[in-house]
């Protein structure tokens, strides 16, 4: 999976996405910070030279300075104090044809002033800032104008910083905002390192696609698993369930994230997440079914985080460990029929060294009647399944010294495919291996086997002339576990049976007379 293409390390994605993330606000804010602090900057400049020019504007001896034949002797030394105190770059006073009486060059007094924005204040008599050229360069400047005792515009003030040391101030300002970003931007890359570091730790150091990889194979695995699987944490709630589960026990809807014995009452896997101790293959009745499960703990430093258990339908095995023994007794009865087979034939051997030509000829004739009124009663059968069951079952009948008869009215075309093989062979082997047990302390042992295969039904039957069953055991007959019958492992044949034929959407029937035999019927649907 995913091979062939390059794959950056997850460290480095988020590294590089966190340093542009970082660098991307800082450079934003600072964008926003530094066009707000020039602007601040120039506010508050212009604002402390508007100031100035109105405070100088109202100052009495300004005013009466004017009235003087040279008002530039008394103008000059209070403008250059009052620049030199404001931190100004110049302090110019002016009359109302804009002639200097002050200005930090004297040689520049008694010409015009420069920039050509007296105008507001001497004809409109206004305060206010202007940003203009003089012959200081570009400044920024509040002009206000003066006024005498009469309300009478006599002249203008202009106090100005030039541009230049406001940009100054500004770059003062601008040096603190970039030591601040770049100090965010190494606590941001540090965060950043630290944050992929505990990312790494808890993917265990795979990569996203390499997780990515991990899960589509889990869940193939798990979809390919026939056997149950839950895996619950250590809180012991759900974190994972496979199909194979779901289907088992017919569960819907959302399951992960809610506790377990809210789920599964009897699943016991709270134990093992206390003991730590892995439990194999147990036995427990789960949702109306009986399954073996395993639990096993999930370690994690030495500690129990979780609990996986996995279960399997007892029946199946059940069903599978019959098939298994079905054949195995197929194959001793072939061994057996090879065995009389053999006996015969050296039988037959010695009559004709002999020269009894006749009772040779008698004996091949009989095994050939046998044989071939088997045959005919088998084609009868037309499932291949069925026929080798039936096949191994006269073998055994015979070793057995049972006249097992396939009745000469039986008719049975194929199977359909919905009767899963198994289960057939569980319940033809359980039913006929019952019959000859029923019957094989009679002197007469009898066993019939018959199927009626009409319409949308199949009828399988056994018949035996046994001592049938008694009326107090019938309702028991069928229960798990019980059996009139002596030794181990009793009582699961007819259980099994009435099961998978209930599973299957069947009927099973049971006709019994004490002295003369039992019935065993089997209704299955075809479709």
Known sequence: MMKGKFHFALITKIQVLI??????????????????????????????????????????????????????????????????????????????????????????????????????????????????????????????????????????????????DIYTAFFRRLEKITGISFFVLIVGGFGGYMLTRSIQRDTMGLEPYQIASLYQEREAVLSSVKEGIVAINKDGRVTMINASARNLLNLKGKVTEKEIHAIFPDLEVERVLHSGKEERDQEIFLKDRTVIVTRTPVFESGEVVGVVSSFRDKSEVREM???????????????????????????????????????????????????????????????????????????????????????EDASLGAIPERIHRSKLVTILGNLIDNAFEAVVNNQEKNVVFSATDVGEEIVLEVIDNGPGIPEEVLPYILDQGFSTKQGEQRGYGLANVREIVEEMGGDFEIDTEIRKGTTFSVFLNKS
């Open 19 to 164: 340093f542009t993330l970082i660098v991307s606000i800082i450079v934003f804010l600072s964008g926003i910070f530094t066009y707000w602090e020039f602007e601040q900057t120039e506010d508050v400049m212009g604002e402390k030279a508007l100031q100035t020019a109105t405070t100088i504007s109202y100052m009495p001896s300004i005013q009466e300075a004017f009235k003087e034949e040279n008002p530039s002797q008394k103008l000059q030394p209070i403008a250059l104090k009052i620049q030199e105190r404001v931190g100004a770059e110049f302090v110019v006073i002016g009359n109302t044809e804009s002639i200097r009486y002050a200005h930090p060059d004297p040689s520049k007094i008694g010409e015009k002033m420069v920039g050509g924005d007296n105008v507001r204040a001497l004809e409109k008599e206004r305060y206010y800032i202007s940003q203009a050229e003089g012959t200081l360069g570009p400044s920024l400047r509040g002009k206000a104008p003066i006024f005498n005792a009469n309300q009478e515009v006599i002249g203008v003030v202009s106090v100005g910083f030039l541009m230049e």
């Open 321 to 407: 460990v019959y098939a298994l023994s079905e054949i195995r007794r197929y194959s001793e009865g072939l061994r057996s029929q090879t065995h009389e087979f053999a006996n015969k034939m050296y039988v037959l051997l010695g009559l004709l060294q002999l020269k009894n030509y006749q009772e040779a000829i008698d004996l091949i004739e009989s095994e050939f009647q046998v044989a071939q009124t088997q045959s005919n009663r088998l084609h009868q059968i037309k499932d291949e399944t069925v026929e080798a069951i039936l096949l191994g079952k006269i073998s055994k009948a015979s070793e057995l010294k049972i006249n097992f008869q396939v009745d």
